[in-house]
Nanobody, 126 residues
Framework: QVQLVESGGGSVQYGESLRLSCVASGYTLTSGCVGWFRQAPGKEREGVAAIHTDGVTRYADDSVKDRFTISQDSAGNTLYLQMNSLKPEDTAMYYC???????????????????WGQGTQVTVSS
């Protein structure tokens, strides 16, 4: 049984940093595409950052790319999202997700991801 468990969320001030982790069991994250998604109240879930099977990374936009870094350990057990210079608009529930294969175009599309964690809350105050 595949299980993804996120941790590392919390309440921080504008400009501070957080590192999210997603530990996988029953599945090797490096065997497919993996990503971080977030959902703020009243908004749709959106892709934040993702890694393709071949190591190519994608970020939601330049603002995220300049401040966030997605990575995973070589064993394929843990996915990370280092978030620096956090802003209030980053406030959301953050989820990690995995799928066995995807195209580059589908990396940040939530539909198609098979496995999801329960989420970890990130709150940034100004």
């Amino acid at each position: 049984q595949v299980q993804l468990v996120e941790s590392g969320g919390g309440s921080v001030q504008y400009g501070e940093s957080l590192r999210l982790s997603c530990v996988a069991s029953g599945y090797t994250l490096t065997s497919g595409c993996v990503g971080w998604f977030r959902q703020a109240p009243g908004k749709e879930r959106e892709g934040v950052a993702a890694i393709h099977t071949d190591g190519v990374t994608r970020y939601a936009d330049d603002s995220v790319k300049d401040r966030f870094t997605i990575s995973q350990d070589s064993a394929g057990n843990t996915l990370y999202l280092q978030m620096n210079s956090l802003k209030p608009e980053d406030t959301a529930m953050y989820y990690c997700a995995a799928r066995t294969w995807c195209t580059y175009r589908a990396l940040l599309q939530s539909q198609g991801y098979t496995y999801w964690g329960q989420g970890t809350q990130v709150t940034v105050s100004s």
